[in-house]
């Protein structure tokens, strides 16, 4: 069982206590809705033995009626009736709580969902009140996909959650149930933000909520509402400015920037100010970052299509500066994609690189590609495959001569065929990732045709002889 004490983590306090924050952020402006007292924290993790082992014990204390009714709003004994429980700015403050103590246990994405999925942080996401109560063991379970009831989210959480609350909430739920749970209750929290403005977010809240989204695959036009509103100057609708960017920390920008390559927004207010930013500073601020940020940072401007930008040159330089000691295989391997863009928009950052570098990006990168014939394939995909058979053409399964592992490759024809399965989406727009996005155009600069194949499409068809007709009439069309 997780037990790491969550007292350890004494400096962060309500997300809408904009006082004393743990990142060691200042909030530019103080709000009324912020003033809160500093020493007022949650009575649920007040005490210093508030840990994710005695998390049921601990709730079960303070909220003993709710608890015993399963962590439900609505009294399962009496039904209409209001079991106690935390109130919505409380039950955001645990969760935010632990989430971070379960992203201390490390990247077991299992260990978290296990978590996730407990009674009691399903009851804590309903106490929010950005979603409809269950009202029967077979009504709305909190973190299953759903439309949102009207009237909610509810005044109450409109009332007591601030904006600061709902970006934490939204990183909390992803980090809890990540692209499989709480999308209605994402979408309630949204709505709270963009109620409230999303007024009082510092640069920690607005790299947060952006990270969240992109790990639950959740698209969303506030993004740019967020940044402007977290992103300002030292008063309050001043607009996203150099001085609300230059705040920011290397990890945070690091979040910000993956996190809109992911969901394919294009922050461009956010990048002019960080390049001015960073050109004031003649190159010294990206010192502070280490390599694995330089390399994600460089990944997200290449998958945004980005290579003009003054920054992505910034960035690339101070890259391919770094010791080969310093790279590991994950960042080779996203040097070895933004090396491929670059290369596309007739950039050459050979010039650049005095230790070899993109050859031993590119090394590694092939020799991943080749480990992945050998993974375990899907239902989905393999259904693809068998369908090919059924044709007569002759392919190769997890091909690599695109420079991509891509599902089937009809090496003669140079098609190029990728099961299109939901992680390559996001879950509520159905918009391709910028990872899925990014690769269709390096396989296609290769000089391979894409066919993609949705999941939803393949799922409507019937029987062997339409799923054949299905792929015959595709193929044909790239001849």
Sequence with gaps: MLGVPLAAFEGLLCPSQRVHIASGDQPHWQHPRCKREANVVCKAVKAADFTLLNLEAQLSHTWPAWTQNACRRISQADAGQIAEGPTPHEAAVILTRIAKAVQNQGPDAYARQSMGGGR?????????????????????????????????????AMADL?????????????????????EPETDGLIQVGEAHGWQC???????????????????????????????????????????????????????????????????????NNLASVLQSTTGTGLAKYNCRQLAACAWALSVLQQQAHPLFHLVSTQLLQRHKAEFIKYTLMQLHQVSLEAKASGMQLES????????????????EATSKRNKQRSYYAK??????IGLGIQYKEEDTASGYAVD??????????????????????????????????????????????????????RGRQQKLAFLQTRIDLLR
């Design 162 to 182: 601030t904006a600061a609350d709902a970006s934490q909430g939204i990183w909390a739920a992803a980090v809890l149930g990540g692209s499989t749970m709480y």
């Design 408 to 461: 089937v490759g009809l090496p003669r024809l140079k098609i190029a065929i990728e099961a299109d399965g939901p992680s390559h989406r996001s879950r509520n727009t159905r918009q391709l990732l910028g990872s899925t996005v990014m690769k269709q155009r390096h396989v296609r600069h290769a000089g391979w045709q894409l066919l993609t194949v949705a999941h939803d499409d393949w799922d409507e068809l």
């Design 352 to 367: 650049q690189d005095r230790q070899g570098l993109l050859h031993t990006a590119s090394s590694v990168w092939h020799a």
């Design 120 to 156: 009691e942080v399903k009851g804590l996401m309903e106490a929010l009140q950005v979603t409809a109560p269950r009202t029967s063991s077979s009504g709305h379970m909190p973190g299953r996909a759903s439309e949102n009831a009207p009237g909610y989210p509810s005044a109450h």
């Design 383 to 388: 259904d693809i495959v068998d369908t090919v």
């Design 201 to 271: 977010l510092t640069a920690h809240d607005v790299a947060n909520a952006c990270w969240g989204l992109a790990t639950a695959r959740h698209s969303t036009a506030a993004l740019d509402h967020m940044m402007h509103a977290g992103l300002q100057a030292t008063a309050p609708h001043t607009g996203l400015s150099p001085e609300g960017v230059a705040r920011m920390k290397a990890r945070q920008v690091t979040a910000l920037l993956w996190g809109c390559a992911v969901l394919l927004h294009q922050p461009t207010a956010v990048l």
